[in-house]
């Protein structure tokens, strides 16, 4: 199954929930990603190419616990040059991009401030698949790694309506090291059209 085929299998089921049901809500983000710890060293440019779809239902007065899965596309040229990895060193052009998709059990802690603004916090816990490639010409590197990964999040909610919103989020998404790849870790900011129900 193909990772569009597994989003829109996701977008259905939580659309086609029992619509009646109270105290829940479902996003679809914009995401942006930003390089950092590790993923840095690899690619430095911003990625303007992900999004996110996530489901929360309450558990508890104010507490949300669901799920996410995204992704983001990263991708950079590097200039003529010689890069050295280990003992062995290549000259040319460098292409590298990197594919990441967050998969995630998350909680949000919503701070009512009225009715329409909810600040909230939020942690996250689970899984983020990665996919790296570097390419000399006709030579290519390639890299696939599920890195465990924690994320904090912080943000607000503006309610349009009883039954739709905007979420603006800033997420961090830390990995830790595999054998095969050191952490590669993103920030990012997602904006969202929010669906209560």
Same mark, same amino acid.
């Given at each position: 199954?193909k990772?569009?085929d597994?989003?829109?299998l996701?977008a259905?089921?939580?659309?086609?929930?029992?619509?009646?049901a109270?105290?829940?809500?479902?996003?679809?983000?914009?995401s942006?990603g930003?390089?950092a710890?590790?993923?840095?060293?690899?690619?430095?440019?911003?990625?303007?190419?992900?999004?996110?779809? &996530?489901y929360?239902? &309450?558990?508890?007065?104010k507490?949300?616990?669901?799920?996410?899965?995204?992704?983001?596309?990263?991708?950079?040229?590097?200039?003529?040059g010689t890069f050295?990895?280990? =003992?062995?060193s290549?000259?040319?052009?460098?292409?590298?991009?990197?594919f990441?998709?967050?998969?995630?059990?998350?909680?949000?802690?919503f !701070?009512a401030?009225?009715?329409? !603004?909810?600040?909230?916090?939020?942690?996250?816990l689970?899984?983020?698949?990665?996919?790296?490639? =570097?390419?000399?010409?006709?030579?290519?590197?390639?890299? =696939?790694?599920w890195?465990?990964a924690?994320r904090p999040?912080?943000?607000f909610?503006?309610?349009?309506?009883?039954?739709?919103?905007?979420?603006?989020?800033?997420?961090?998404?830390? =990995?830790?090291d595999?054998?095969d790849l050191?952490?590669?870790?993103?920030?990012?900011?997602?904006?969202?059209?929010?669906?209560?129900?």
């Amino acid at each position: 199954m193909k990772i569009r085929d597994l989003i829109f299998l996701i977008a259905i089921a939580l659309i086609s929930n029992n619509i009646l049901a109270q105290d829940e809500y479902s996003a679809i983000n914009y995401s942006v990603g930003i390089p950092a710890s590790g993923m840095s060293d690899y690619i430095g440019k911003v990625s303007w190419l992900g999004t996110s779809l &996530e489901y929360r239902k &309450e558990v508890s007065s104010k507490l949300y616990v669901g799920f996410d899965i995204g992704f983001n596309s990263f991708y950079e040229d590097l200039d003529y040059g010689t890069f050295t990895q280990g =003992t062995a060193s290549i000259t040319g052009n460098q292409n590298r991009s990197l594919f990441s998709m967050p998969i995630l059990v998350g909680a949000n802690y919503f !701070f009512a401030v009225n009715e329409k !603004f909810e600040p909230f916090v939020g942690f996250g816990l689970g899984t983020i698949y990665t996919g790296r490639e =570097t390419e000399f010409g006709i030579f290519a590197d390639r890299t =696939t790694t599920w890195f465990f990964a924690i994320r904090p999040e912080v943000g607000f909610m503006y309610r349009l309506n009883s039954s739709n919103g905007i979420k603006l989020a800033y997420k961090y998404n830390k =990995t830790f090291d595999t054998k095969d790849l050191d952490e590669h870790s993103y920030m990012a900011i997602d904006l969202g059209w929010v669906y209560f129900f």
